[in-house]
């Protein structure tokens, strides 16, 4: 399942349950965190982001500490292109 989110990122849920969420506008940890809110999220959207916010649900919904990948909270920032993928293979993984 794909979601875009509010035009400056999206969800990608896996059939094991689990979601990863992607974020890359306003307000999220990562290069476009100081555009300005209500306003330049689907500029955000379309530009891109070199880094991006990510967070993953587990299959009861809960938000998980990926302590697998070295995260200390339930929401990572900043993360690359390459962090990102390595966060969707480990999600897909799980059981």
Known sequence: MFKITAGKGFHVGFSNGYTVSVQFGPGDY??????ETGRDE?????????????AVWGKDSELIR?????????????????????LLNWAAAQG
């Open 30 to 35: 990562c290069e476009n965190r100081d555009a």
């Open 42 to 54: 689907t500029l955000c959207g379309k530009r891109g982001c070199p880094t991006a916010e990510c």
């Open 66 to 86: 990926v302590e697998d990948l070295g995260w200390d909270d339930t929401v990572n920032g900043y993360m690359t292109a390459e962090q990102v993928l390595e």
